[in-house]
Protein backbone atom coordinates (compact mmCIF):
# COMPACT_ATOMS: atom_id res chain seq x y z
CA UNK A 1 0.00 0.00 0.00
CA UNK A 2 1.35 3.60 -0.63
CA UNK A 3 1.69 5.28 2.77
CA UNK A 4 0.42 9.03 3.21
CA UNK A 5 1.13 11.87 0.06
CA UNK A 6 1.85 15.42 0.70
CA UNK A 7 2.50 17.70 -2.01
CA UNK A 8 4.85 19.79 -2.48
CA UNK A 9 7.24 18.91 -0.09
CA UNK A 10 8.65 22.51 0.01
CA UNK A 11 7.19 25.88 -0.34
CA UNK A 12 8.59 29.50 -0.30
CA UNK A 13 6.01 31.87 0.08
CA UNK A 14 5.62 35.86 1.07
CA UNK A 15 3.85 36.78 4.10
CA UNK A 16 0.53 38.38 3.16
CA UNK A 17 -0.04 35.43 0.36
CA UNK A 18 -1.66 32.42 0.93
CA UNK A 19 -0.78 28.67 0.59
CA UNK A 20 -2.65 25.46 0.00
CA UNK A 21 -1.18 22.01 1.16
CA UNK A 22 -2.33 19.32 -0.32
CA UNK A 23 -2.78 15.20 1.41
CA UNK A 24 -3.35 11.81 0.05
CA UNK A 25 -4.10 8.99 2.63
CA UNK A 26 -3.40 5.88 2.66
CA UNK A 27 -5.69 4.15 0.61
CA UNK A 28 -9.27 2.90 2.47
CA UNK A 29 -8.23 5.41 5.46
CA UNK A 30 -10.98 8.07 5.90
CA UNK A 31 -9.47 9.86 8.68
CA UNK A 32 -7.04 12.71 8.12
CA UNK A 33 -5.24 14.85 10.22
CA UNK A 34 -2.79 18.07 10.17
CA UNK A 35 -0.23 18.87 12.62
CA UNK A 36 1.83 21.80 12.48
CA UNK A 37 5.70 21.21 13.25
CA UNK A 38 8.24 24.11 14.63
CA UNK A 39 11.21 23.96 16.46
CA UNK A 40 9.81 25.92 19.14
CA UNK A 41 6.40 24.29 19.87
CA UNK A 42 6.70 21.12 18.25
CA UNK A 43 4.12 18.78 17.13
CA UNK A 44 0.78 20.85 17.22
CA UNK A 45 -2.40 19.37 16.25
CA UNK A 46 -4.63 21.83 13.62
CA UNK A 47 -7.28 20.00 12.78
CA UNK A 48 -9.12 16.33 11.80
CA UNK A 49 -11.63 15.48 8.92
CA UNK A 50 -13.07 12.45 8.70
CA UNK A 51 -16.14 11.49 5.76
CA UNK A 52 -15.89 15.15 5.01
CA UNK A 53 -16.65 16.42 8.13
CA UNK A 54 -14.04 18.49 10.55
CA UNK A 55 -14.16 16.17 13.75
CA UNK A 56 -11.81 18.43 15.91
CA UNK A 57 -9.79 21.64 15.58
CA UNK A 58 -7.05 22.69 17.93
CA UNK A 59 -5.84 26.11 18.95
CA UNK A 60 -4.88 27.91 15.94
CA UNK A 61 -6.04 30.76 14.25
CA UNK A 62 -9.11 31.01 11.45
CA UNK A 63 -6.51 31.64 8.98
CA UNK A 64 -6.09 28.12 9.51
CA UNK A 65 -8.08 26.28 7.52
CA UNK A 66 -8.76 22.60 5.86
CA UNK A 67 -11.67 20.25 3.94
CA UNK A 68 -11.77 17.09 3.03
CA UNK A 69 -12.91 15.66 -0.78
CA UNK A 70 -15.47 11.98 -1.20
CA UNK A 71 -12.37 10.09 -1.89
CA UNK A 72 -10.52 11.14 1.55
CA UNK A 73 -7.98 13.63 -0.22
CA UNK A 74 -7.15 16.23 1.80
CA UNK A 75 -6.07 20.33 1.80
CA UNK A 76 -5.34 22.80 4.43
CA UNK A 77 -4.96 26.64 3.40
CA UNK A 78 -3.53 29.06 4.68
CA UNK A 79 -4.36 32.90 4.44
CA UNK A 80 -2.73 35.81 4.82
CA UNK A 81 0.41 34.11 5.96
CA UNK A 82 2.60 35.28 8.67
CA UNK A 83 6.76 34.75 9.06
CA UNK A 84 5.58 32.49 12.15
CA UNK A 85 3.76 29.91 10.14
CA UNK A 86 7.03 28.55 8.73
CA UNK A 87 6.61 25.11 10.01
CA UNK A 88 7.11 22.00 8.65
CA UNK A 89 2.75 20.63 7.60
CA UNK A 90 2.13 16.63 8.59
CA UNK A 91 -0.52 15.42 7.18
CA UNK A 92 -1.19 11.63 8.74
CA UNK A 93 -4.27 9.29 8.11
CA UNK A 94 -5.82 6.53 10.02
CA UNK A 95 -8.58 3.92 9.40
CA UNK A 96 -9.85 4.87 12.58
CA UNK A 97 -13.88 5.19 13.16
CA UNK A 98 -16.11 8.34 13.76
CA UNK A 99 -16.37 7.32 17.17
CA UNK A 100 -12.69 5.61 17.50
CA UNK A 101 -9.48 7.16 18.59
CA UNK A 102 -6.51 4.47 19.06
CA UNK A 103 -6.54 3.51 15.97
CA UNK A 104 -2.09 4.65 14.87
CA UNK A 105 -1.71 7.41 12.87
CA UNK A 106 0.38 7.32 9.62
CA UNK A 107 2.21 10.14 8.54
CA UNK A 108 3.24 11.87 5.48
CA UNK A 109 6.68 13.32 5.09
CA UNK A 110 5.07 16.84 5.29
CA UNK A 111 5.61 19.78 3.22
CA UNK A 112 7.82 22.79 4.99
CA UNK A 113 6.55 26.00 4.82
CA UNK A 114 8.83 28.94 4.53
CA UNK A 115 7.16 32.26 4.67
CA UNK A 116 9.34 35.61 3.99
CA UNK B 1 -2.42 23.69 29.02
CA UNK B 2 -1.65 19.81 28.53
CA UNK B 3 1.78 19.11 28.54
CA UNK B 4 3.84 16.04 28.08
CA UNK B 5 7.42 16.09 29.94
CA UNK B 6 10.09 14.64 28.29
CA UNK B 7 13.58 13.74 28.85
CA UNK B 8 16.17 13.62 27.93
CA UNK B 9 15.99 16.49 25.48
CA UNK B 10 18.90 14.47 24.08
CA UNK B 11 21.25 12.37 23.70
CA UNK B 12 24.93 11.36 22.44
CA UNK B 13 26.03 7.63 22.69
CA UNK B 14 28.81 5.32 21.44
CA UNK B 15 27.30 2.52 19.03
CA UNK B 16 26.30 -0.53 20.97
CA UNK B 17 25.46 1.54 24.18
CA UNK B 18 21.35 0.94 25.56
CA UNK B 19 19.30 4.08 25.60
CA UNK B 20 16.62 4.96 27.91
CA UNK B 21 14.03 7.79 27.87
CA UNK B 22 11.00 8.95 29.05
CA UNK B 23 7.50 10.55 29.58
CA UNK B 24 5.54 12.17 32.15
CA UNK B 25 2.05 13.43 32.84
CA UNK B 26 0.61 15.47 35.41
CA UNK B 27 -2.88 14.07 34.07
CA UNK B 28 -3.88 10.10 33.53
CA UNK B 29 -4.04 8.62 29.92
CA UNK B 30 -5.35 5.13 28.38
CA UNK B 31 -2.69 4.95 25.71
CA UNK B 32 0.80 5.69 25.28
CA UNK B 33 2.62 5.98 22.12
CA UNK B 34 5.90 6.27 20.96
CA UNK B 35 6.98 7.47 17.72
CA UNK B 36 10.35 7.71 15.77
CA UNK B 37 11.09 11.18 13.55
CA UNK B 38 13.93 10.60 10.52
CA UNK B 39 15.28 13.37 9.40
CA UNK B 40 13.16 14.80 6.84
CA UNK B 41 10.48 12.37 7.26
CA UNK B 42 7.50 12.41 8.95
CA UNK B 43 6.58 10.27 12.45
CA UNK B 44 6.64 6.64 12.52
CA UNK B 45 4.70 4.80 15.33
CA UNK B 46 7.49 2.30 17.13
CA UNK B 47 5.03 1.06 20.01
CA UNK B 48 1.66 1.49 21.32
CA UNK B 49 0.65 0.99 24.86
CA UNK B 50 -2.90 0.25 26.16
CA UNK B 51 -2.33 -1.02 29.61
CA UNK B 52 -1.36 -0.23 32.49
CA UNK B 53 1.32 -1.79 33.46
CA UNK B 54 2.08 -3.32 29.81
CA UNK B 55 5.85 -3.55 28.67
CA UNK B 56 5.82 -4.52 24.78
CA UNK B 57 8.74 -4.73 23.06
CA UNK B 58 9.40 -4.32 19.11
CA UNK B 59 12.98 -5.77 17.99
CA UNK B 60 15.31 -3.81 20.34
CA UNK B 61 13.02 -1.50 21.62
CA UNK B 62 10.97 -1.48 24.29
CA UNK B 63 8.08 0.57 26.49
CA UNK B 64 6.24 0.16 29.50
CA UNK B 65 2.72 1.99 30.14
CA UNK B 66 3.76 3.59 33.65
CA UNK B 67 1.61 2.22 36.32
CA UNK B 68 0.24 5.45 37.48
CA UNK B 69 -0.81 5.88 34.19
CA UNK B 70 1.29 9.31 34.01
CA UNK B 71 4.10 8.02 32.55
CA UNK B 72 5.88 6.01 29.95
CA UNK B 73 9.32 4.29 29.02
CA UNK B 74 11.27 4.01 25.98
CA UNK B 75 14.40 1.91 25.77
CA UNK B 76 16.39 0.96 23.18
CA UNK B 77 18.86 -1.64 23.50
CA UNK B 78 22.46 -1.85 21.72
CA UNK B 79 22.07 0.87 19.72
CA UNK B 80 22.95 1.29 15.82
CA UNK B 81 23.65 4.22 13.77
CA UNK B 82 19.89 3.99 12.10
CA UNK B 83 19.01 4.83 15.33
CA UNK B 84 19.63 8.12 15.19
CA UNK B 85 16.56 10.43 15.10
CA UNK B 86 13.73 12.30 17.14
CA UNK B 87 11.59 9.98 19.60
CA UNK B 88 8.40 11.68 20.41
CA UNK B 89 6.37 10.01 23.34
CA UNK B 90 2.16 11.31 22.72
CA UNK B 91 -1.22 10.52 24.12
CA UNK B 92 -4.56 10.71 22.38
CA UNK B 93 -6.33 13.48 24.25
CA UNK B 94 -5.41 16.60 25.93
CA UNK B 95 -7.24 19.92 25.21
CA UNK B 96 -7.73 19.36 21.66
CA UNK B 97 -9.91 16.06 22.31
CA UNK B 98 -9.21 12.76 22.07
CA UNK B 99 -8.82 12.25 18.71
CA UNK B 100 -5.74 14.34 18.49
CA UNK B 101 -2.25 13.57 19.84
CA UNK B 102 -0.23 15.57 22.45
CA UNK B 103 3.25 15.22 21.56
CA UNK B 104 6.21 15.45 24.09
CA UNK B 105 9.02 17.77 23.02
CA UNK B 106 11.11 15.23 22.03
CA UNK B 107 14.46 13.11 22.39
CA UNK B 108 17.18 13.27 19.46
CA UNK B 109 19.32 10.60 19.43
CA UNK B 110 22.93 10.49 17.53
CA UNK B 111 25.13 7.64 17.93
CA UNK B 112 28.71 7.43 17.07
CA UNK B 113 29.62 4.54 15.19
Known amino acids: KAGVTQTPRYLIKTRGQQVTLSCSPI?????VSWYQQTPGQGLQFLFE???????NKGNFPGRFSGRQFSNSRSEMNVSTLELGDSALYLCASSDRLRTDYNSPLHFGNGTRLTVT | GQQLNQSPQSMFIQEGEDVSMNCTSSSIFNTWLWYKQDPGEGPVLLIALYKAGELTSNGRLTAQFGTTRKDSFLNISASIPSDVGIYFC?????????????FGSGTRLQVQP
Open chain 2, 90 to 102: AVPGGETGRRALT
Open chain 1, 49 to 55: YFSETQR
Open chain 1, 27 to 31: SGHRS
